[in-house]
């Protein structure tokens, strides 16, 4: 059964970046706030109600508790940022600098769009030991 009050990150399992930074923040968060489900788990993405085509925007984090809140690329990324060690702190202040956040954000767009030929593409899906339901779950034994 799935656990609730953990946030649920949406990332890109074939992109080298994004694994890199889940694996990252698997290591600083250790299951406690967060679990994850690959862009490429179709099973997982259409219980949350997720289609190909909000994958093209970016990373995704859903916060299933009531009332519900969803947020997308830069701004996820924001939020993920906002609930680690100090990082209320540095996000709070990225915001308040004039031009930064517009800044963020155009370059989360260019990385998102170019992801693949910036960092290269994994033969495999990463699929995380800290995953969203049981499918995903066994798939990362079998790994």
Known sequence: MRDLMKKQVIYDGN?????????????????????YAPMQDQIVLQQ???????CEMGMIL????????????????????KLLPLGNAFITAYRLMPGVK???DRTYEQVRDHRYQLFGKR?????????IGCHAIDKTMTK
């Open 15 to 35: 992109c080298n970046l994004c694994v890199s930074l889940v694996q990252v923040l698997e290591k600083i968060d250790q299951g406690s706030q967060f679990e």
């Open 62 to 81: 859903i916060d299933p508790n009531p009332p519900q809140s969803q947020w997308q690329g830069s701004a996820a990324a924001e939020e993920i940022g």
């Open 102 to 104: 517009w800044l963020g």
């Open 123 to 131: 033969p495999d899906t990463y699929y995380s030991g800290h995953a």
């Open 48 to 54: 949350l109600g997720i289609t190909d085509q909000d």
